[in-house]
């Protein structure tokens, strides 16, 4: 197995861009491919060990915890604000409390950490419905709606007069901590069998990320090319979100797990394990 390619799963969100901008398998000594596919398919792969290592979401990587190991220092993270993960409401939250919420099929560690926030910040017990993410249609239907992304960006620009809660920010405020949207991992049994290469595409990657992190300019070039926007908001966009995944993301990351568990949005107890040259190391609970 060692012989043949290493693949590797890219997300296509815009907030994952600055690590896998530098990034260029193409350049790598062990040989590699990278495949850019929606997450549904990127996570069943990482799960499967088809995709042997790559970025993915942060509640994809709790379901298949087991068979994945954490690339260190890697992340989509917020410490507040996330400002593309919005809840637009008719009403203040508490009043929607037990109402209809639309969220998009897309994104289940946003639709989860709304689920956690509604139950256990809020006391409430809304319904749910899934709905194509467009704000208008959304809200002929429901109390309020999640738009996560993209789609969430440019409705923020065009603001139609609904509340809107940034589901970073109420995270912060009640827990006091940050939150982990997304997460780099391996699958173990790449992580034993092709060990060099994964090693290699680790140390890429961190290097990618500081890269692009210290030169945004043609991130947010791309950006205002494919989504639209102004340069001005671009760049605060990438600076304020944090790549990294040290402990205070891990702190965070880990109350999340522990609250979908107690809520039974999942299914175990997420013990997160990061993958390291001496191969893992159990992240302090």
Known sequence: ????????????YTNS????????????????????EVPAVLNRGMSEGSIHVGALSSFAYAEASDRLLLL??????????????????????????????????TSATSTNLLKIIMQKAIGGHPQYISAEPDLDAMMEVADACLLIGDNAIKASWQNKGYMVTDLGEFWKKWTGLGMTFAVWAVNRDAARNQFAAVAEIAEAFAESKRRGVRDLAPIVSEAMRTVGGTEAYWYGYFRNLCYDFEERQQEGLN??????????LLPQEVKMELWSHNLLTRVKE
């Open 1 to 12: 197995m060692s012989n043949s390619a290493t693949v590797i799963g890219k997300i296509s």
């Open 17 to 36: 861009w600055p690590v896998f901008h530098n990034f260029h398998p193409s350049s790598l000594k062990h040989p590699a491919t990278m495949v850019s």
């Open 72 to 105: 260190p220092s890697l992340s989509v993270s917020s410490d507040g604000p996330v400002r593309s993960i919005l809840l637009f409401s008719k009403k203040p939250l508490e009043e929607i409390a037990d109402g209809i919420i639309a969220v998009t099929n």
């Open 255 to 264: 109350l999340y797990f522990r609250y979908a568990y107690e809520m039974g």
